[in-house]
RNA sequence: GGGCCGUUAGCUCAAUGGUAGAGCAGUUGACUCUUAAUCAAUUGGUUCGGGGUUCGAGUCCCUGACGGCCCA
């Protein structure tokens, strides 16, 4: 953000922000208004737990003390006596103060205090009238003052650019959306669990690649100036992590993130969050085995149950997933398309041109039949479901199957239509991957920007000799997606992509 | 890239082309067990920006910005 734009920031003032700057300017005048000395012995809902099985005449006998912390999200002042529900990272506990529990002046200030103030509060356990848990205060400091309101305690935010755009309001009064994203950490550390627990090694790879690749898709170019050389960001870390693999880690993983330059929609963030794990001596098979257990896992972890449901459908994750072949799949949710017409590049573009998909004289049949695929079927395929034998011409990594050189050792996992994972048997020839490189390469010179580089060095690793080996990558913000329920990509991230903000001059 | 929809007080939302309102939040007062506390009074607006039509525009037209959904 440019100087300027920040000072319009500054400018966004109202009554209400001047009324609790004048609040903040009387504390500074009071002495440290920003004070980091008191320090909480417990969290809200760890006490709420704790104590739930105490009724109000034990809590009393044991005056348990506590010292907890938090923003005060609801303020119901009554005289002399008060009630606050203070939120901490836990969740809410409410305080109940009496003026004549606190220290002289500290009820009269906290009158002043504002909903969205931190406060830190000493006192003892007890149970109201109503039964609910709180915090007899005897103590009370307001730790930081908030300048800005809160929405609207019952409504919340429901703009959706408010929401994405200043995160930390939606994170305080959204519990729909701290719920999505502590579960996305749920996953992702449930993930590197099951990983560690089979031998894998996690590692981390360049972010920043002279030679982009892994995946056909469109970088983001920038530049190293000290080297003075162009450097891209990465669209996947695949072709290290087979080095490492050659290097004898024979099980490595990595999540992080991939970047690439291309259109932003419910399902696309220029950067987004993949899971790669490659393993030595395996092969397709067994990574589509390890896969289904890993989601039947995840889906009894997160959400508590094999099945799943999502905008509305339910997903079993609990069966064995169905594998059919790309080929099989367009003709079994197609009647109208033939096996001959599939077959034959000549049919298989007219069958493009009646299907209005977009195609190049450099297509071959393997691409012409993905495209067809990915037009009529892709978005049929609901239930958990890995479509195999992916043609060779659209698969520059993967291994070419033994009985069948026109298709490749490769599996997508598509769930409720959408591609959530794709592995393969790694090719592991380098005179063929050169072959392959070399073709990419010349699709590139003819202007596909999203075909890859020729990269030599990977080459010299490949001749090195890279085991057997079978490697896979798992789109973890659509897997997020999918088991929180969310409907778009941008849900599950903490902080989408957005154009900058229009300006408020 | 295309289509549709949206942008009004800090927040959630109203407002036949005719004086921009309500609830919450804020301010002042009352209230020592409340749960969206309650009661009384009260402050608060560049109606996203720019242009146009009109006696008169939040409302109609054009244009731009940002966002949402759908499609490619």
Redesign the pocket.
């Known amino acids: 953000m440019s100087d300027e734009s920040q000072e319009q920031q500054q400018l966004d003032e109202?009554?209400?922000?001047a009324?609790?700057r004048r609040?903040l300017k009387e504390l500074r005048e009071a002495g440290q208004a920003f004070p980091n000395d008191f320090r909480r012995d417990s969290l809200a809902a760890d006490l709420v737990a704790l104590y739930q099985d105490y009724d109000?005449e034990r809590l009393e006998q044991e005056a348990v003390p506590v010292r907890v912390a938090g923003r005060m999200m609801?303020?119901?002042?009554?005289?002399?006596?008060s009630?606050v529900?203070i939120q901490d990272m836990s969740g809410r506990i409410?305080l109940?103060l009496?003026?004549?529990?606190l220290p002289e002046g500290v009820y009269q200030d906290f009158?002043?205090w504002?909903?969205g103030d931190i406060v830190g509060a000493e006192g003892v356990l007890?149970?109201?009238?109503?039964?609910?848990l709180?915090v007899?205060c005897t103590q009370l400091r307001l730790l930081t003052k908030s300048l800005?309101?809160?929405?609207?305690?019952?409504?919340?935010?429901?703009?959706?650019?408010?929401r994405?755009?200043q995160r930390y309001v939606d994170l305080l009064v959204t519990e729909e959306s701290r719920r999505t994203f502590i579960l996305r950490s749920r996953i992702v550390q449930y993930i590197r669990t099951f990983l560690n627990a089979r031998g894998f090694l996690e590692v981390e790879t360049p972010m920043m690649h002279p030679i982009p690749g892994g995946a056909t898709a469109r970088p983001f170019q920038t530049h190293h100036n000290a080297l003075d050389m162009p450097l891209y960001l990465r669209v996947a870390p695949e072709l290290y992590l087979k080095r490492l693999v050659v290097g004898g880690f024979e099980k490595v993983y990595e999540i992080n993130r991939n970047f690439r330059n291309e259109?932003?929609?419910?399902r696309?963030n220029p950067e987004f969050t993949m899971l790669e794990f490659y393993q030595a001596y395996a092969d397709y098979h067994m990574l589509m085995d390890l896969t289904e257990e890993l989601l039947r896992a995840l889906a009894v972890e997160v959400v508590g149950s094999e099945t799943i449901s999502y905008q509305g459908e339910t997903f079993d994750f609990g069966k064995p997933f169905t594998r059919v072949s790309v080929f099989d799949a367009i003709l079994q949710h197609n009647p109208e398309i033939t096996r001959e017409e599939l077959s034959d590049l000549e049919s298989a573009r007219r069958l493009c041109e009646r299907l209005?998909?977009?195609i190049k004289d450099s297509y071959g049949l393997g691409k012409l039949q993905l495209e067809i695929f990915e037009?009529t079927t892709e978005?049929k395929l609901r239930e958990p479901t890995f479509v195999i034998d992916y043609p060779v011409e659209v698969s520059p990594l993967a291994r070419p199957k033994d009985d069948d050189p026109f298709l490749t050792d490769r599996f997508e996992l598509m769930v409720g239509g959408r591609e959530i994972a794709n592995g393969f048997s790694e090719l592991n020839d380098p005179e063929d991957q050169a072959e392959r490189f070399r073709a990419q390469a010349r699709e590139k010179a003819a202007g596909d920007e999203e075909a890859m580089h020729y990269d030599g060095d990977y080459i010299r690793a490949l001749e090195y000799g890279l085991p057997p080996t079978a490697g896979e990558g798992i789109g973890i913000d659509r897997l997020v997606m999918l088991l929180t329920d969310s409907?778009?990509i941008?849900?599950v991230l903490l902080f989408?992509a957005?154009?900058?903000?229009?300006?408020?001059?």
Do not use: C
């Not at 109202?14 to 922000?17: A, D, E, Q, S, T």
């Not at 259109?263 to 419910?266: D, I, M």
């Open positions: 109202n009554k209400l922000i009324e609790r609040k109000a609801a303020k119901r002042v009554m005289g002399k006596a009630f529900h409410q109940f009496r003026r004549d529990d009158k002043g504002d909903i007890m149970r109201t009238k109503t039964g609910e709180s007899k800005r309101p809160l929405p609207e305690k019952w409504h919340g935010i429901s703009d959706q650019e408010t994405y755009r259109g932003v929609s419910t696309h209005n998909i977009e037009k978005h409907a778009s941008r849900d989408p957005m154009r900058p903000e229009a300006s408020k001059v």
